[in-house]
């Protein structure tokens, strides 16, 4: 399983901007995350459209957070960037030419997905944007839920 290359660069822009003390230009932002402007453009219209950062013109203007970092929970942003790994709509989507999914009756790959879901939303739900840019030791992440006590319970 993959994170797309939207959700690594949205969320590397989103975090950029979270430690900087005042707004950053989509140049500014480019430059310290070695992403092309075009790209960084792409992901912060992605954010302000999810309500995650506000855009503001002139020579001090720029992108900064729409609200506090702590209230900013990562799993509705990488779900605004890249949507969930599993909703209910997910067998209609992957149903192929047919009119429902021939695995309709007695599917077993539908409670997978949802147990995986599951595990992802049970990491991510706790987690903020100000945990990400608070400075973490490997003792701290490994105090944090893990996807497979999910699956244990």
Known sequence: MKFSAQEEFGLRCLLVIAKSPKPLTIPEVASIEGISQTHVAKMLALLRKAGFVT???????????????????????????GGKLYDDEFCRRHRGQLSSCSHDIGCTIRGLWDSVQQAVDHVLAPLTLADMVRPTTNVAWSERPRAVDVLNN
Do not use: C, W
């Open 55 to 81: 855009s503001s013109r002139g020579q001090v203007g720029g992108y900064q957070l729409a609200r506090p970092a702590n209230e900013i929970r990562l799993n509705d942003v990488l779900y605004s960037l």
